[in-house]
């Protein structure tokens, strides 16, 4: 199970964490990663960290989001900077660049002023 949370309101160039936590065996041996679902368009990929630290930036948020993981506690954040207004979205996380697990309930970005 996953659950995303730390979403919310930012303006243009402001900044937000976001954190999923999984239950269940076996996270430290997938590839997480955190995918971004804007209003009328497919979910996509957006960043992605191996089990053994291994970071995948679209080229979009390269240099302002920054994934990072805490197997102890099974979860995985993401840091994000710099957000721009077509970054509104609902973000979810899960296996990658195959998405496995069920989804969660997403956490909501909106970047607007």
């Known amino acids: 199970r996953l659950v995303e949370s730390g979403g919310g309101l930012v303006q243009p160039g402001g900044s937000l964490r976001l954190l999923c936590t999984a239950s269940?065996?076996?996270?430290?041996?997938?590839?997480m990663g955190w995918y971004r679902q804007a209003p009328g368009n497919e979910r996509e990929l957006v960043a992605r960290?191996?089990?053994?630290?291994?970071?995948t930036y679209s080229d979009s948020v390269k240099g302002r989001f920054t994934i990072s993981r805490d197997n102890s506690k099974n979860t995985v954040d993401l840091q994000m900077s710099g957000l721009k207004p077509e970054e509104t979205g609902v973000y979810y996380c899960?296996?990658?660049?195959?998405?496995?697990?069920?989804w969660g309930p997403g956490t909501q970005v909106i970047v607007s002023s």
């Open positions: 269940g065996s076996g996270f430290r041996d997938y590839t």
């Open positions: 960290l191996t089990s053994y630290g291994i970071t």
């Open positions: 899960n296996t990658a660049p195959k998405p496995v697990a069920r």
